[in-house]
Each structure stands twice: as structure tokens, then as C-alpha cells.
């Protein structure tokens, strides 16, 4: 009786052994054991300007709530990318300009509905003007471009599409940067296996995933984009994300030298910059004057990662998202000029007139 329950308690200890060992991918999180010197930034150490935010409600929100968080951050300029067209654009633009004037600036959109009407071309370049002349600082366009808008014949509409072209010169014409997401990061395309470094994020979010053709391949995506960049040389564009060649800097590095029109936004991409501390260092000493800083998503409480890969030295510490990336963040240790580059001063040439006065309170 005895030697059947020694057996029977050993068992119930190896299949609780056994039992604590299986769990998912999504549920393994362990906390690192590791102690190395450093500490979070939840403040940039230089007033900044966020090239890449998005407040669809700025017609009737309260700024206030909006301005008490990006003094916490030290962020003197926020770019809302989202500020539409005509009446929605005016709205956003007085809510600023009663309140708080120098603190925001308003990008336009297009509306792509229409392309291959006849007088869709003139009249998209009389709105933009018009949204310009009420006060637009910029022109963003959308990952729709390339990926879900469809002209009159339903369609896709290609990114470097000629019906397109007068908008580009349009902003060249006005002095105006246009930033643009195309496309989202190739492992979306690729297959979702055992080697895809989003299988985390496609599992948890299955609509991001697409076959290697939806709409058409990514490296077509990419490709139109670039022709669009060089065939309008004179027009500044700011490609989102880095153009999603963050995680090929080599690569990137070599766009760069053949559009010296394009510069580079890090909204949403910088684990991957804080996974290569070295290679990013040097990249962003090369291309100095052409990364901006920018976010993307409102989440004030994500900045402090930013800051830190980009202010620190610091060594392995946590990224905020584990389905975006389940590796650590090591500090780039950027130089203070860079820092202020990249912080408020690339971004203060692509728009001319903000208030200086921001960012001399260092």
C-alpha cells in the first residue's frame, strides 16, 4: 500500500512538472534576470516635434488634456497627419488657432475617390491648394494609396499612378513636405511559419496578414513608391516607418543616396533600430539631416522607449510591445547635435515658421 502511493505521488509530481512547462508562445514573458546599469527617460532630453501623430477629433477635442501630456514628454510640436480636407480642416485649424497656435500643425489629405473622372486631377490640386491657403503645413497620404483605393474602373491604384502627378508638383509648387506610408512590413507578405518574425502579431491580429500577391507583391508596392520619389526630385517626401527598411539599414542607406528627396520618419519602427544599437549609430551619423522624429500611435506612455534608445546607453532593456517585438532594446548614445536633429531641427526646415522660441527653452 505504501509503495502505491509513493508511485501514485510521484506520478501527480511529474505531471505537475510536465503541466507547468506547456504554455504559448503568446503566454511565455519571462522578466529578465539581468542587472545592468540604467534607467527609463520619460522626458527628451530637447523639445521635440512629433512629425507623425494622428487626432482625428481636433475639430471639437479639449487641447488642454493634449498639451499637459506633451509638456510631460518636453513635446513642443505636435503634426497631426489626420486633419482631412475643407470643412474638416478649417474646424482643426481654428481649434488650434484660438487655443493653442503654436503647438500644432495640420496636415491635408487627398481623397483618391474618383481617379480616372475626368475633372478628378484639377480638383483634387484645387483642394489641396485651397486646404494650404486655410492653413494645411503638409500633405500626408495613407497605406490605402497601393494597397485598397480603386479608381472609376475599380482599378488599384498604383502609387506612382501618372493621374497622381500634378498633386506632387502641386506640393513642390507650395514648398509643402508630403509624408506617405506605403505598403506595411514585408513579413505580412510572407509566409506565416516558424520563420516569420511577425508570427506573433499575424496570430494575434490575422487581418494584417496577406498572401504574396494581396493586393500585389510588396516589393511592387516599395517599388512604385521609389518611382514616385525620383520622377518629382524637387518635391520633399517623408517616408513613413522609415520606408520599412529599418530592419536593412544597408539597404536603406543606399535609397537614400538615390532620392536625396526622401527623408525618413522612425514612427513604429524603432524596435527594430534599438535590436542593432551599432549599425543604427552609424546610420543615423551618415543620414543626420533627413530621420525626423515621429511616433505615430498617441501613446504617451510608449515615448520613454524612444527616448531611451535614442538619448541612452543602456543595455537590454523592454520593449512596450511583445507582439511587435519580443527581443530587447539596447541604447543608441546619440550625440546631442544629432539629438537635436533628429528632435526639432530636420523637421523645423521642412516647415518653415514654427515658433523657434519652443525649442530654445533646452
Avoid at 510536465?18 to 522578466?31: C, D, G, L
Avoid at 520619389?229 to 524637387?234: A, D, E, G
Avoid at 513613413?240 to 525618413?264: F, S, T
Wanted: proline share 6%; with cysteine.
Amino acid at each position: 500500500m505504501r509503495s502505491l502511493l509513493v508511485a501514485s505521488l510521484l506520478g501527480l509530481l511529474i505531471h505537475f512538472d510536465v503541466s507547468s512547462q506547456e504554455m504559448s508562445f503568446e503566454e511565455y514573458n519571462p522578466e529578465s534576470t539581468l542587472v545592468v546599469p540604467g534607467n527609463e527617460i520619460n522626458k527628451a532630453k530637447f523639445p521635440f516635434i512629433d512629425i507623425h501623430s494622428h487626432q482625428f477629433r481636433m475639430p471639437e477635442m479639449d487641447l488642454s488634456t493634449l498639451i499637459s501630456d506633451m509638456d510631460k514628454l518636453n513635446m513642443a510640436v505636435m503634426v497631426n497627419l489626420s486633419g482631412r480636407s475643407g470643412e474638416n480642416l478649417i474646424n482643426a485649424l481654428a481649434n488650434v488657432n484660438e487655443n493653442y497656435p503654436n503647438r500644432f500643425v495640420v496636415f491635408a489629405n487627398v481623397n483618391f475617390e474618383g481617379v480616372g473622372s475626368p475633372d478628378w486631377s484639377k480638383n483634387a490640386v484645387d483642394q489641396l491648394r485651397e486646404d494650404v491657403k486655410n492653413g494645411a503645413r503638409g500633405l500626408k497620404i495613407y497605406k490605402s494609396l497601393g494597397l485598397r483605393n480603386t479608381d472609376v474602373d475599380g482599378n488599384r491604384i498604383a502609387v506612382d499612378d501618372a493621374r497622381l502627378d500634378p498633386i506632387w508638383q502641386l506640393c513642390c509648387e507650395l514648398g509643402i513636405p508630403v509624408i506617405i506610408h506605403s505598403a506595411d512590413p514585408k513579413s505580412f507578405w510572407d509566409p506565416m511559419d516558424s520563420k516569420n518574425e511577425r508570427w506573433l502579431e499575424l496570430k494575434t491580429r490575422p487581418r494584417r496578414k496577406r498572401s504574396a500577391t494581396n493586393p500585389v507583391p510588396w516589393e511592387q508596392i516599395i517599388q512604385e513608391q521609389h518611382n514616385m520619389f525620383k520622377k518629382h526630385p524637387n518635391t520633399n517626401f517623408i517616408n513613413a516607418h522609415m520606408g520599412w527598411y529599418a530592419n536593412n539599414l544597408g539597404k536603406l542607406g543606399q535609397l537614400m543616396e538615390e532620392m536625396p528627396n526622401m527623408y525618413v520618419g522612425i514612427g513604429a519602427v524603432i524596435a527594430e533600430l534599438g535590436r542593432q544599437p551599432r549599425n543604427a549609430r552609424q546610420f543615423f551619423e551618415t543620414y543626420q539631416d533627413r530621420i525626423l522624429f515621429g511616433k505615430d500611435s498617441w501613446q504617451p506612455s510608449e515615448f520613454p522607449t524612444y527616448f531611451r534608445v535614442l538619448e541612452s546607453d543602456d543595455e537590454y532593456f523592454p520593449y512596450y510591445k511583445k507582439y511587435h517585438a519580443f527581443w530587447s532594446m539596447y541604447g543608441l548614445n546619440l550625440p546631442d547635435e544629432i539629438l537635436k536633429k533628429v528632435y526639432y531641427k530636420n523637421a523645423m526646415r521642412l516647415l518653415p515658421g514654427l515658433d523657434t522660441s519652443l525649442f530654445t527653452k533646452e
